[in-house]
Structure formats: C-alpha cells, structure tokens
C-alpha cells in the first residue's frame, strides 16, 4: 500500500517536566493536555525523607534541576516545568525566580515552576485573596501562605490534611471537605495545593458549588506550561482554561456573592482545619473538625484508552 501521501508526522510540540521523585499523577497531568502536544517527565533521585520543607529543600535544589533539564533537552522540549510546589515556594519569591534562572541556564530554553505559574494565573483572573487547601503539615501549609503573602496575594482561610506520605491516595471526597472549610470571608478564589493530590475531576463541582474560580497545582502548571509555547490547556468547565466557565457559576466570587437566603450564603472570618482520620496514613496528621457536609459523588475515573 502506498502512505506516501500522508507524509511525515507534524513537528512536535514538547514540555518537559521535572517532577519530584514520588510523583505519581502523570496521568493527571496528560488530561490538561491536547492532543498535539507532548509530554517528556523525569524524576528527580530518591531521598528517604518524608514530604516535609527539608524533602522541599531536597528535590528543588539547583543541582538536581539542572540534571533533571539537561536529561530533557535530549528529546528537545519547548518549555521546561518544575512540577512540584512546596518545592517551588519553600525559598520564597527569590527562590522560586532562581530556580527558573537555573533551569533556563541548564537547558537554554524558557523555564517555569508550579509556584510561579500560581501566581500568573491568579493574575489572569484577577484574585489576590485566596482560600487555600493542601494535604501537608502546618509547617509546610504556613510556608506556602508566607510565599503568597510575599507576592501580595493575602490567604482568607485554609484548611490542610497533615500528611507526609502517600498523597496520590486522597479522595475527592477528602478535597471537597476541606474546601468548603477554608473559603471563608472574601476569596476571589480557591487554590488546591500539592501536584500528587488529584483534583481533574473536582475542579468543576467546587465551581460550580462555591461560585468561584478553583485552582490546583497541575491545572496552573500545565495551564502556564502550554501558554509558554502558544498552546491552550484542555479543562472543560474550568474557569482559568474555560472561557465558557470563567463567564459561568465561577464568575460570582465570594467577594459579592448574595447574602443568605438570597442563593448562595455568605462567609464571614478567616478559618483554618485540619483533618484527622483520612483513608490515607500520615504520621503528623492535625487534631480534626467535624463538618457536616451534603453527600458528594465525585465521577469516575476514565478507564484505560481502546485499542487501536
């Protein structure tokens, strides 16, 4: 048979990523991702700490990126992302603009971090107080909000998980608690901390219910990656890669939401949880709260692609 017609493949768009060694969503990450572009993931090396600012400190230092980058630049990315935030924000705004410095020497070409695409796009939409949910410990949660507060962006509740191992495991259900528990007084948004914690599928529910524009830490990466080499993120019903979305429930944000009775209750004070007893094991899990939430089903998850 003659493909001779069909010519060669169309030249490829590539982000690399440099993601920590315990990542363990690569598959998340895919689903921001259209369809001609591609994705090139390296590891940094293992170190038998627990997620903590030391593990941090470790998987972010400049050594580690520029090997990481130098192993992508061997199949010839457009951008280079560090998939990683408490990596990302654990040296502050300074230390979030050298990592990319050090990236960009590595590989000469444009490099971001998680922590740095958060702040693009909370730029994009406009939202400088946040509420804020993360699966880590006190410790590592306070070093995320001193970041943000560094960048001018101000934190009006949180709520975390304490956890140190094993976050790829946390269930939507668990997400969904603790942010209902931290969007408090006037968040413009919520962002959802941590690239190992699964939030595809949640994003759109927690819209919709909290009329806000909900980040998480893959969503911006890939969001800001793709941006970078003039692509456009796939997030159906997604305010910050939907425009359909932004114009939607995400457009009435806390900060004029109705009062109570009018549709949607307003918050008031600035709230933070911790949450014990989670299907998934920590060893620094915070005394919990309870919380007395409506049933939520979150969807399945797709099944493996049909063969070709």
Not at 37 to 51: A, C, G, K, Q
Not at 72 to 85: E, G, K
């Amino acid at each position: 048979m003659d493909v001779s017609f069909l010519g060669g493949p169309k030249p490829q768009l590539g982000v690399g990523v440099v993601a920590p060694f315990d990542f363990a969503l690569d598959r998340e990450l895919w689903r921001w991702i259209p369809d001609d572009v591609s994705l090139h993931l390296t590891r940094t090396p293992f170190v038998p700490v627990e997620v903590s600012l030391d593990l941090a400190r470790l998987v972010s230092e400049h050594e580690t990126l520029h090997s990481a980058v130098q192993a992508l630049c061997a199949v010839s990315p457009q951008v280079v992302s560090y998939a990683c935030t408490s990596g990302s924000f654990v040296g502050g705004v300074a230390g979030e603009r050298a990592m990319c410095a050090a990236m960009t020497r590595a590989g000469e070409l444009p490099a971001l971090t998680t922590s740095g695409a958060l702040l693009e796009a909370l730029r994009e939409i406009g939202a400088w107080r946040i509420a804020v949910v993360t699966p880590y410990t006190k410790s590592v949660t306070d070093s995320l909000e001193e970041y943000l507060k560094e960048a001018g962006v101000t934190v009006t509740g949180r709520a975390y998980l304490g956890l140190t191992r094993h976050i790829w495991k946390v269930p939507y259900r668990d997400v969904v608690d603790m942010a209902r528990q931290a969007v408090v007084g006037a968040a413009d948004a919520l962002f959802i901390s941590c690239t190992n914690l699964p939030t595809y599928d949640v994003i759109p529910q927690l819209e919709a219910e909290l009329r806000m524009p909900v980040l998480s830490a893959n969503q911006v990466t890939m969001w800001a990656s793709l941006r970078a080499i003039g692509a456009e993120a796939v997030g159906p019903y997604q305010a910050l890669v939907d425009p359909v979305a932004r114009r939607g429930p995400a457009s009435m944000t806390a900060s004029w939401a109705p009062e109570e009775g009018a549709g949607i209750p307003r918050r008031s004070g600035r709230s933070e949880a911790a949450f014990a007893g989670s299907a998934v094991p920590s060893s620094e899990a915070e005394p919990a709260e309870g919380l007395d939430v409506p049933p939520f089903h979150p969807p399945e998850e797709p099944g493996p692609p049909a063969p070709v």
